[in-house]
């Protein structure tokens, strides 16, 4: 029960000229928000509902994963980087153990090669469903994130069947894969393919053109190239600002090269191209999977590497073009089986700062928007 | 490479050699060695789609010159370095701890600082436990 005539909490006799003729407020967002992926704590600073400025507050979810890194050994540390980014967990592994493997001189046989890039592919197709669901319901519309999570569904299915786990997935080893295709993986990621180009055309169906969709998140959170550069932003957010980059041409690794697949790019770095350039990645990461499938060599999967990895003195940098950007792993090793050092150079962290920027001048509303657009996820921002 | 080159040529590398995109800054402690601390620069430029590393060693307690004035991103990067390794960027414009929280004692990442090592003091004050583990 509220007592209207209480007035003990003010302070009457002088005149809250702070208060009452504020142009600015101070207002809390996070971490506890639903809008905020996770455990992100954004300070906004407001006039009215405009935002002037934001601050972030991360590292809720620091586990010190590089601090573990020096304590485990090279194998030891693998399932870890899993639990980074764990919506697109594939694709961490994927990185780590090309890293590795870059420091030991081996390179993974063509079979290991091709079933990698369709995993990590799949892998992208998941993310961005987990993406395109979560960013729809964050500006409102809840039909997508029922569709997404039950195609997502089938891509789980298939890494269940291949390697046991459907999240944090452990699928490689350095040096390959140790699982080797499942009786009916080719069919299962043929049919996962022709199911999914209609899916994603339903997605379209639903948001492309729909006009609360357009009016959400056309001009909203704009980064021109320029920006995108100097902040550092990498993946579908530098791509849909109009700069055809993408590691996967850039420096393939991989397979990569033997496959022909396009780098869809934007014009206007709208929240709004960004979601374009997203779905044309799925529609890519598709094209990509069936050329694999058809294309899967015969042969050993695991390369030949020593059942106690010690690499040589030396270090390494090696970067793959994760669904959220540049993933990046800086290796030290000192010829012991741990690490000396391990960076992990995670792209929704450097992706997250560009927030500030594309938030000046916005609604609220335009905030969650944003953040829903540049696709972070707070385990591999706080690592 | 010296330490106090380290701005000249960040600065050459962004504006001559068209290095326009700061991939990642870090660092890599040596407790053993008298300059204990190597500061990675790793950089990328999209016009010669190469990638380069630039690397200096300063002593504990050595600052050295931001590179926020070069790249933008270098903001969380630094920061990121400070709150690891305890290592100060002069002219940074917002230094403070960022995964760790704010008035914890050490950086983690230094090669002195064990894995089970915690801020007894912080804990106790701020979660109001004895110990986390």
């Given at each position: 029960?509220?007592d209207?005539?209480?007035?003990d909490?003010?302070d009457?006799?002088?005149?809250?000229?702070t208060?009452?003729d504020?142009?600015?407020l101070?207002l809390n967002?996070?971490p506890?928000?639903?809008?905020?992926?996770?455990?992100l704590?954004?300070?906004l600073k407001?006039d009215g509902?405009?935002v002037?400025g934001?601050?972030?507050?991360?590292g809720y979810?620091?586990?010190?994963v590089e601090?573990?890194a020096?304590?485990r050994?090279?194998a030891?540390?693998?399932?870890?980087?899993?639990?980074m980014d764990?919506?697109?967990?594939?694709s961490?592994?994927l990185g780590y153990c090309?890293a590795?493997?870059?420091l030991l001189?081996v390179e993974a046989p063509?079979r290991?090669?091709?079933l990698r890039?369709i995993?990590t592919e799949?892998?992208?197709?998941?993310s961005?469903?987990v993406w395109l669901?979560?960013?729809a319901?964050?500006i409102?519309?809840i039909?997508?994130l029922?569709y997404?999570f039950r195609?997502?569904?089938?891509?789980?299915k298939?890494?269940?069947k291949?390697?046991?786990?459907r999240l944090t997935?452990?699928?490689?080893r350095?040096?390959?894969c140790?699982?080797e295709?499942y009786?009916?993986?080719?069919?299962d990621c043929k049919k996962f393919?022709?199911?999914?180009?209609?899916?994603?055309?339903?997605?379209e169906e639903?948001?492309t053109?729909?006009r609360?969709?357009v009016?959400?998140t056309k001009?909203?959170?704009i980064?021109?190239?320029?920006?995108?550069?100097?902040?550092?932003?990498?993946?579908?957010?530098?791509r849909?600002s109009g700069?055809?980059?993408?590691l996967r041409k850039?420096?393939?690794?991989?397979?990569?090269?033997?496959f022909?697949f396009?780098i869809p790019?934007?014009l206007?770095g709208d929240?709004?191209?960004?979601y374009l350039?997203?779905?044309?990645e799925?529609r890519?990461?598709?094209?990509i999977?069936?050329?694999?499938?058809?294309?899967?060599p015969?042969?050993?999967?695991?390369?030949?590497?020593?059942?106690?990895?010690?690499p040589?003195?030396g270090?390494?940098?090696h970067?793959?073009?994760?669904?959220?950007?540049e993933?990046g792993y800086f290796?030290?090793?000192?010829?012991s089986?741990?690490?000396?050092?391990?960076?992990?150079?995670p792209?929704?962290?450097v992706?997250?700062q560009?927030?500030?920027?594309m938030?000046r001048g916005?609604l609220?509303a335009?905030?969650?928007?944003?953040?829903g657009?540049l696709?972070i996820?707070?385990?591999?921002?706080?690592? | 490479?010296?330490?106090?080159?380290?701005?000249?040529i960040?600065l050459?590398?962004?504006?001559?050699?068209?290095f326009d995109?700061c991939?990642?800054?870090t660092?890599?402690?040596y407790?053993?060695?008298?300059?204990q601390?190597?500061?990675v620069?790793?950089?990328?430029?999209?016009?010669h789609n190469?990638?380069?590393?630039?690397?200096?060693q300063?002593?504990?307690g050595?600052?050295?010159?931001?590179?926020v004035?070069?790249?933008?991103?270098a903001?969380?990067l630094?920061?990121?370095v400070?709150?690891?390794?305890?290592?100060?960027f002069?002219g940074?414009?917002?230094?403070?701890r960022i995964?760790?929280?704010?008035?914890?004692?050490?950086?983690?990442l230094?090669k002195d600082?064990?894995?089970?090592?915690?801020d007894q003091?912080?804990v106790k004050?701020?979660l109001?436990?004895e110990?986390?583990q």
């Amino acid at each position: 029960m509220t007592d209207s005539t209480r007035t003990d909490y003010l302070d009457l006799d002088t005149k809250d000229e702070t208060f009452l003729d504020a142009t600015e407020l101070v207002l809390n967002m996070g971490p506890q928000h639903p809008s905020t992926h996770g455990v992100l704590r954004v300070i906004l600073k407001l006039d009215g509902e405009k935002v002037l400025g934001t601050e972030c507050v991360i590292g809720y979810l620091h586990r010190g994963v590089e601090k573990i890194a020096e304590n485990r050994t090279y194998a030891m540390f693998n399932p870890y980087v899993d639990r980074m980014d764990y919506v697109a967990a594939v694709s961490n592994g994927l990185g780590y153990c090309e890293a590795v493997e870059k420091l030991l001189s081996v390179e993974a046989p063509p079979r290991a090669q091709y079933l990698r890039v369709i995993l990590t592919e799949l892998c992208r197709i998941a993310s961005h469903q987990v993406w395109l669901g979560t960013h729809a319901l964050d500006i409102g519309a809840i039909t997508p994130l029922f569709y997404c999570f039950r195609d997502r569904e089938e891509v789980l299915k298939i890494f269940e069947k291949y390697c046991g786990a459907r999240l944090t997935t452990h699928a490689f080893r350095i040096g390959g894969c140790i699982y080797e295709a499942y009786e009916g993986f080719e069919q299962d990621c043929k049919k996962f393919c022709d199911a999914f180009l209609p899916k994603l055309d339903e997605y379209e169906e639903l948001l492309t053109t729909n006009r609360i969709w357009v009016e959400r998140t056309k001009g909203v959170g704009i980064l021109n190239p320029e920006d995108c550069i100097a902040l550092g932003v990498t993946g579908p957010v530098l791509r849909a600002s109009g700069v055809k980059w993408d590691l996967r041409k850039a420096q393939p690794y991989e397979s990569y090269k033997d496959f022909d697949f396009e780098i869809p790019t934007g014009l206007h770095g709208d929240t709004y191209d960004r979601y374009l350039v997203r779905i044309e990645e799925m529609r890519q990461a598709v094209r990509i999977i069936r050329q694999a499938v058809d294309g899967l060599p015969q042969g050993p999967i695991m390369a030949k590497v020593p059942k106690v990895i010690k690499p040589p003195v030396g270090e390494v940098y090696h970067s793959i073009e994760a669904p959220k950007g540049e993933l990046g792993y800086f290796i030290v090793s000192d010829a012991s089986t741990q690490p000396y050092r391990i960076r992990v150079r995670p792209p929704s962290f450097v992706n997250l700062q560009a927030l500030d920027k594309m938030v000046r001048g916005l609604l609220v509303a335009d905030v969650v928007a944003v953040i829903g657009t540049l696709d972070i996820v707070l385990g591999e921002v706080d690592r | 490479m010296d330490s106090s080159l380290v701005y000249e040529i960040l600065l050459r590398m962004r504006h001559d050699e068209l290095f326009d995109y700061c991939v990642d800054i870090t660092a890599v402690h040596y407790p053993k060695r008298e300059a204990q601390f190597d500061i990675v620069y790793i950089l990328y430029s999209f016009h010669h789609n190469e990638r380069v590393r630039i690397k200096t060693q300063i002593k504990d307690g050595e600052h050295l010159r931001t590179a926020v004035t070069i790249w933008e991103t270098a903001n969380w990067l630094e920061r990121e370095v400070f709150d690891m390794f305890g290592i100060v960027f002069d002219g940074h414009p917002d230094l403070k701890r960022i995964l760790m929280p704010d008035g914890w004692k050490g950086h983690p990442l230094r090669k002195d600082y064990p894995i089970l090592q915690q801020d007894q003091e912080w804990v106790k004050i701020n979660l109001g436990i004895e110990s986390g583990q």
